[in-house]
């Protein structure tokens, strides 16, 4: 069986894509105790021990607000740490897949983004994981870059879960504010790690936008979650932006049009997949 080596394993991505893949690979998950990718003499003689045939670098920066007020620390794991692990994986690795974000493409326009679209990456966050995205592309042969969105599933534990938190949110208020000047696509860890396998099978390479059908603003977004649950509290628009140190693009919606092009795009729609996930979670509650 093919050893798949994936970074970040205990974060949101992380461990979805690890419980979906398990029974197709012999997966090392790595957590950052294990593999620190900001260490690259440690990174170097734990990929010489374990030697990967694939690795899914899922681990990053991920704190968008913060990275503003630390850009060094964004920069050295999302960009440097990305480096040291093309480089440790250099001679045993054979597929590197690299996870990057729909916001990198920043404030061109108002309809979603595809891939032949122009990447202006808007923050610290965004400019790191664009850099990681070149570094990927200009030094792995076999790569895919992918970049997704708004991602939500995998445990109710998890501190990130943003599908939860919300539901926890609502079920002690009569009413609730969203931003309705945000838009994206909100969408499943295990449709991405679904899709991830798809193109690892069909040896595909290069770089794919990998998002939920449709998208919507996060008034709409939670305004779903609440619904779907079924709970009274009332969900409102804000009346402007939320304030962010982060200039994030108020447009990160995108569309999967390299997949669709090649007839791989296994995504469904944000809202079958939301509903499915609430009705999983409910069902084990
Ligand atoms: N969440 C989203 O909506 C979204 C959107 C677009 C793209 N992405 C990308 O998707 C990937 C997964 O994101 P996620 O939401 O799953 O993030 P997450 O839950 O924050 O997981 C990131 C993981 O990276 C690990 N990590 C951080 N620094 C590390 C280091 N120096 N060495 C090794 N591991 C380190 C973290 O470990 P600790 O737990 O120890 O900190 C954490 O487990 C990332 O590349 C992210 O940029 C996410």
Redesign the pocket.
């Known amino acids: 069986m093919r050893r798949l080596l994936i970074?970040?394993?205990?974060?949101?991505?992380?461990s979805a894509v690890q419980q979906y893949l398990k029974d197709d690979f012999e997966i090392i998950a790595?957590?950052?105790n294990e593999?620190?990718?900001?260490d690259f003499a440690s990174a170097k003689a734990y990929l010489k021990k374990l030697q990967p045939h694939l690795v899914l670098?899922?681990?990053?920066?991920?704190n968008v607000e913060e990275a503003e007020r630390q850009p060094q620390e964004c920069y050295s794991?999302?960009y440097n740490?990305t480096l040291n692990l093309i480089n440790a994986a250099k001679g045993f690795s054979h597929k590197f897949i690299y996870?990057?974000?729909?916001?990198n493409y920043g404030f061109g326009k108002t309809e979603p983004y595809a891939e032949y679209d122009e990447v202006m990456p808007p923050t610290v966050y965004h400019k790191s994981?664009y850099l990681g995205e070149k570094a990927v592309q200009e030094l792995c042969a076999d790569f895919l870059v992918l970049r997704?969105?708004?991602?939500f599933g995998g445990s109710t534990e998890?501190k990130?879960n943003f599908v939860y938190n919300r539901f926890i949110e609502a079920m002690s208020k009569d009413e609730m504010f969203s931003d309705p000047f945000q838009t994206g696509n909100p969408t499943n860890?295990s449709d991405v790690a679904r899709q991830i396998k798809k193109l690892i099978d069909e040896e595909v390479v290069g770089t794919f936008n990998v998002v939920s059908e449709g998208n919507c603003t996060r008034y709409e977004y939670v305004k779903e979650i609440v619904s779907t649950y079924g709970l009274n509290c009332v969900v409102k628009p804000t009346d402007k932006p939320f304030e962010r140190l982060a200039k994030v693009s108020p447009n990160e919606a995108a569309v999967n049009f390299n997949l669709t092009q090649m007839g791989l795009n296994v995504m469904p729609h944000w809202k079958d997949s939301l509903h499915h996930y609430i009705n999983s979670i409910q069902q084990h509650a």
């Open positions: 970074t970040g394993a205990n974060g949101m991505l992380g790595a957590s950052r593999l620190n990718i900001q670098h899922a681990a990053a920066y991920t794991v999302n740490g996870i990057s974000s729909t916001g994981k997704t969105g708004w991602l998890h990130k860890t």
